[in-house]
C-alpha cells in the first residue's frame, strides 16, 4: 500500500488567514494574490513574508513597479510585523523595472531564474506580476507568450522547491487567464464602498491538495497589518470550545420576583431576549444580570453599541468594568462586520473565563455594522447566537421596539425564535400615570409564569409588584376595569 505524501503547511502569520485556509499555506504551492488597486494586496504578501522568512528559509521579492523598493519600504515599515532586521538578511529586494521595461518576458524570466540559483530562497514574491503582463502586451508579444512564461516560471519554482506568490492587480475573476490555471492557490482581495464605509473582503477561490473556507471573508487592515474574521459558523465548528457542555442548573437573572417568574431562574447557557420601548429599563436589566454573575464569583462581558458603560449613566456597569468583573467590547472601529464582533466578544470571553454575555443593544449593533451587512441583518444574529452559545455562556440581548399596542411584538428583526428565552417590557397608562409591565413570553423546554405585572426602577434597580388584577386589556396600552365574572361576584369598578 502506498503512503500518503503529506504536505507540509506553513504558518502565514495574519490572524485568521491560517483558518480560512484550512490549516495553512501549502509549502512549495504556487500562489496568486489578485485584486483590484487599493485592497491590501503588498500588505498581505509583506506579512506573510516577514513571517515566514528566516535565515534558513530565506525570501527574495522582486519588485517590477515603476518605483523603487526603498519607497515601498518606507510605507511597510509603518506596520508592526515590519522587521529590519530581516532585510538584506532574511529578505531581499530585487528591482526588475529595467528588464520589464523591455517587454521581453524571457528576459523577466531569466532575470529571476539567476537570482533563485544565486540564492536559493524558499519563499519567492514578484509584485506587481500583472506590469509583467502588461509590458510583454504592449510590445506586440503574442499572447501565447503569457503562458508559456507563467508555466516555465511555476516549473522553475517547483524544482526549486520555493512557495512561490504572483501579486497582480485583476478586476475580474471569471476572465479565462492562464495564470489562474497554472496557480495552485488563488486568494482574491477586494473591497466595497457603500455610502461613507469601506469593507474589504478575501476569498480562496482556489488551494490545491486542501479543503479551504468558502465565501466571502472580512479582513481589516490595522497598526498590526492584516486580521481576517473567518465565518463565525465555521471558525468555531473545530475549536475544543465549540461543543458546550448541558447544564441543567438555574442562575438568578439578579432580580428575584423576575426569578420566579421564570420558574426558578435562567437555565444556564441559554439566550435572553429582553425586548421593550426606549427607557423601558432594558439596560437596567442587563446591569442587573451581569452584577449578580459577579456576587457570585462569575465574570461577564458586555458589547456595548448604545451609551458608554464606563460612563457616570451607568455607574454599576462602571464598577464591574472598573474591578475586573465584567470585560467590555466597545469598539468604535467603522465598517464593523458580525464576524469581527465575534472575534473580540470570544477573545473576551476566553480572557476572563466568562460565563455571562450581554449584548446592549441589538439596535445600536446594527447601527454599528457596515451597510454592506445590514442587508443580511437576520441572518448575522444567526450566527452570533450559534457562535457564542457554542460557548456555554449565558447570553442576554436587548432590543428596542416601538410599543404598537395593536399587535404583540419582540424583535424587529424576526429573530425571536432564535433565544431560548423571551422577556417583554411594555408601557401602560393607569389612571394618567405611565406605568411600565414586564411579562416572561417563553422559555424554551420550561414551564413560567404567565403573568403580566407592575415594575418600577428606582436608584436601587428595578422590583416588580402584583398584577393588575381587577385590569383588562393591558397590551393595548390603555387597561380597563374588568367586569365581575362568576367567580368573583363581589367585585365591583371603582
Not at 417568574?261 to 446591569?287: D, E, F, N, T
Amino acid at each position: 500500500m502506498k503512503t500518503k505524501v503529506e504536505i507540509n503547511r506553513l504558518a502565514t502569520g495574519v490572524p485568521g488567514l491560517d483558518a480560512v485556509l484550512g490549516g495553512g499555506l501549502p509549502e512549495f504551492s504556487f500562489n496568486l494574490i489578485a485584486g483590484p488597486p487599493g485592497c491590501g494586496k503588498t500588505t498581505l504578501a509583506h506579512q506573510m513574508m516577514f513571517a515566514l522568512a528566516t535565515p534558513e528559509r530565506p525570501a527574495l521579492y522582486f519588485t517590477v513597479l515603476g518605483e523603487p523598493p526603498l519607497k515601498m519600504l518606507r510605507y511597510q515599515q509603518q506596520f508592526s510585523f515590519f522587521d529590519s532586521g530581516k532585510v538584506n538578511d532574511s529578505i531581499r529586494f530585487i528591482n526588475l523595472s529595467d528588464e520589464t521595461v523591455a517587454g521581453d518576458l524571457d528576459v523577466v524570466l531569466e532575470k529571476i531564474s539567476s537570482e533563485v540559483q544565486a540564492r536559493s530562497p524558499s519563499l519567492v514574491f514578484v509584485d506587481s506580476f500583472r506590469s509583467v503582463v502588461l509590458a510583454s502586451q504592449v510590445k506586440g508579444k503574442p499572447g501565447n507568450e503569457l503562458q508559456r512564461f507563467v508555466q516555465q516560471l511555476g516549473m522553475l519554482m517547483t524544482s526549486w522547491q520555493a512557495t512561490t506568490f504572483l501579486i497582480g492587480e485583476y478586476f475580474n475573476e471569471t476572465d479565462a487567464n492562464p495564470v489562474f490555471t497554472v496557480a495552485d492557490g488563488l486568494i482574491w482581495v477586494r473591497q466595497s464602498v457603500q455610502r461613507n464605509s469601506m469593507v474589504r473582503k478575501m476569498e480562496i477561490l482556489k488551494m490545491r491538495g486542501q479543503p479551504t473556507l468558502p465565501g466571502l471573508h472580512t479582513f481589516r487592515i490595522g497598526p498590526d497589518g492584516i486580521q481576517v474574521f473567518a465565518p463565525v459558523g465555521q471558525a468555531t465548528a473545530s475549536s475544543p470550545a465549540a461543543v458546550a457542555v448541558p447544564d441543567a442548573s438555574r442562575i438568578s437573572i439578579g432580580v428575584p420576583a423576575l426569578d420566579e417568574m421564570l420558574g426558578g431562574g435562567l437555565p444556564r447557557g441559554y439566550s435572553v431576549l429582553v425586548a421593550g420601548p426606549s427607557g423601558s429599563g432594558k439596560s437596567i436589566l442587563a446591569a442587573a444580570f451581569l452584577a449578580e454573575g459577579a456576587r457570585q464569583g462569575e465574570t461577564g462581558v458586555i458589547a456595548a453599541f448604545e451609551q458608554q458603560p464606563s460612563g457616570t449613566r451607568n455607574r454599576l456597569l462602571a464598577d464591574l468594568i472598573a474591578s475586573g468583573s465584567v470585560g467590555i467590547v466597545d469598539s468604535r472601529a467603522p465598517d464593523l462586520s458580525i464576524d469581527e464582533i465575534v472575534l473580540l466578544l470570544q477573545a473576551e470571553i476566553q480572557r476572563l473565563k466568562a460565563t455571562r454575555v450581554v449584548i446592549d443593544s441589538l439596535s445600536g449593533f446594527e447601527l454599528a455594522l457596515a451597510p454592506t451587512f445590514r442587508d443580511d441583518f437576520r441572518e448575522s444574529l444567526s450566527r452570533l447566537v450559534t457562535a457564542l452559545a457554542s460557548t456555554g455562556v449565558t447570553v442576554l440581548m436587548t432590543s428596542e421596539l416601538e410599543d404598537r399596542y395593536t399587535d404583540l411584538r419582540f424583535s424587529p428583526y424576526g429573530t425571536a425564535f432564535l433565544t431560548d428565552v423571551i422577556i417583554v417590557q411594555r408601557y401602560i397608562e393607569v389612571d394618567s400615570r405611565l406605568r411600565r409591565m414586564i411579562a416572561v413570553v417563553k422559555i424554551r423546554a420550561s414551564a413560567h409564569s404567565d403573568e403580566m405585572r407592575l415594575f418600577r426602577i428606582d436608584g436601587a434597580g428595578i422590583h416588580i409588584g402584583e398584577m393588575l388584577s381587577d385590569r383588562e386589556g393591558l397590551l393595548g396600552g390603555r387597561p380597563t376595569y374588568r367586569s365581575p365574572g362568576p367567580s368573583d361576584p363581589g367585585r365591583t369598578r371603582g
